[in-house]
């Protein structure tokens, strides 16, 4: 693994073995192991996408790995004002050992990489989530110890959660059905590798048939950043799509809830089963830091060698 870009591009043997990875990191940060595995090392944070969890998450991370953390929003960059994204890339290239991104477009981050010559790594674009998704991954196993026959459902937006939720969901091997509103399928790629799966995969714009015998159920914002001017018509899109009791019950009894946050309570999830699966979304929510440090290992550790 060079870069990570998005869960298309892992395997299933490179998902695991982040996941494994995570769980160490996260057993030596409970027990004050010390690990810093890339003592040195200058990680650049561009942020061109605000974010709360993100930036925390992966300056904490980089931090606890012995490494320099360096937070670049686009107002610091001269990207904002003009330069082209190759001029930056192939500077920041001569003065980091690696780059976390959260931007719009998927390119940007593809680009970077090219350009720049280091490890780019994915912190969120339009298209894909990849960072989040390890960490669902790490707490889904977490608490129900395998993947095996498990059944996944995603309910609301075909966004870049449930393009990387369906990639990474079906690679480690767990049974997959999303319930999105007519229009707002997940890219055409994504259903395109979600064909090689066959009826391992169901995509329907009823969530009651999506949640029917569901272990996890997960959901995210319906209107996200950028698409503010369409909050009015997404509302009335994803009528009947917001998480209750009563629409869970078809799930399994020992369902277990997952959102990325923030969390609109009353819209895509009702307070009810926000709280009473608080301490999945809030270990998801610390999971992401354990995860973001594994990758980060695994794509930079080599470079101190």
């Known amino acids: 693994m060079e870069n990570l870009f998005k869960m298309l591009d892992l395997s299933a043997t490179e998902i695991t073995d982040i996941l494994d990875l995570a769980d160490q990191l996260k057993y030596e940060r409970k027990h004050g192991i010390s690990h810093k595995l890339l003592e040195g090392q200058k990680i650049g944070m561009i942020f061109e996408k605000s974010s709360t969890r993100t930036r925390i998450s992966f300056e904490v991370g980089i931090t606890e790995l012995g490494a320099t953390p360096l937070f670049l929003s686009s107002s610091d960059l001269q990207i904002g004002r003009g330069e082209p994204l190759c001029d930056t890339a192939r500077v920041l290239g001569r003065y980091l050992d690696g780059i976390m991104i959260r931007t719009f477009k998927q390119s940007t981050v593809e680009d970077l990489a090219k350009y720049s010559g280091l490890g780019v790594i994915n912190g969120l674009t339009d298209f894909s989530h990849p960072c989040q998704v ?111 009791k009563d629409l869970l019950s078809a799930a399994n009894k020992d369902y277990m809830v997952l959102h990325c946050l923030p969390a609109h309570r009353e819209e895509e999830i009702s307070a009810e089963v926000f709280e009473e699966n608080a301490k999945y979304i809030f270990e998801e929510a610390e999971n992401r830091l354990h995860a973001q440090k594994a990758v980060m290992v695994r794509l930079y550790q080599k470079r101190t060698q």
Request: net charge negative; aromatic share 10%; with cysteine.
């Open 134 to 244: 390890l960490a669902d991954l790490m707490t889904i196993r977490e608490f129900k110890i395998s993947f095996y026959n498990l059944k996944l459902c995603y309910v609301g937006d075909g966004n870049n959660m449930c393009n990387s939720l369906v990639v990474g969901a079906l690679k480690v091997g767990m049974r997959v059905s999303i319930a999105v509103p007519k229009g707002y399928e997940p890219d055409a790629t994504i259903l395109e590798f979600a064909k090689e799966y066959g009826d391992k995969f169901e995509m329907t714009t009823k969530p009651e048939v999506a949640v029917k015998d569901a272990d996890v159920i997960v959901t995210d914002v319906w209107t996200s950043m950028g698409q503010e001017d369409e909050t009015q018509k997404r509302a009335e899109a994803f009528k009947g799509y917001c998480l209750t």
